[in-house]
């Protein structure tokens, strides 16, 4: 029994270094930005839209619009799926605060009635909670279909911006 125990701590040892060498593996993979969605960029290239990968490897596009105002607009590199359909989303933050009041949160239920594409959400933006506008669409879209989808999403969140806030923050 006492010549097993140097072998079974030889065993546990060498376990041990090959768990912390997999994550020291790991660790470097993720110390490198992950990079935006090949498809998207392509896309982005084609219609001749200026656009910034951030560090989550999302593209923010920004639009000027006619009235002076601006909005930023991301389109996600991570995609889901809905069964054989590979769905990519497109949103822009329209307003943020600590909580999102009810009556704000009753505001965008009621909005998402009115548009054709996307809907309100909330979520996390720059460590708050925010309003989302998002519009789901097929991974593999076309420039066309990417470009409207993104003025949409852009001007829907841009003017809920106003209509909230009447600031030009986003």
């Known amino acids: ?16 270094l090959s768990v912390c ?3 020291g593996e790991q660790t470097k993979a993720t110390d490198t930005p992950p990079k935006g969605d090949p498809r998207v960029k392509a896309l982005l290239d084609k219609a001749g839209l200026k656009y ?3 560090e ?26 809905l069964g054989d359909m590979e769905i990519r989303e497109v949103g822009a933050v329209a307003y943020t605060a600590d909580e999102v009041p009810c009556s704000v949160a009753r505001n965008l239920l009621r909005a ?6 996307g809907a309100w ?9 925010a309003a989302w506008f998002r519009a789901k669409i097929a991974a593999d879209t076309d420039v066309e279909t990417l470009i ?11 003017e809920k911006e106003k209509e909230l806030t009447d600031r030009d923050d986003f």
């Open 1 to 16: 029994m006492r010549g097993m125990i140097p072998g079974f701590l030889t065993v546990l040892l060498l376990s041990a």
């Open 21 to 23: 060498a997999q994550i």
């Open 52 to 54: 910034r990968v951030d």
């Open 56 to 81: 989550d490897g999302d593209y923010q596009v920004g639009y000027k619009f006619d009235d002076g105002r601006s909005h930023v607009a991301f389109v996600f590199s991570q995609t889901s799926r």
């Open 112 to 117: 998402t009635s009115k548009v054709k594409l």
């Open 121 to 129: 959400e909330l979520g996390r933006f720059n460590k708050q909670e």
């Open 148 to 158: 409207m989808t993104l003025r949409a999403v852009s001007e829907t969140a841009d």
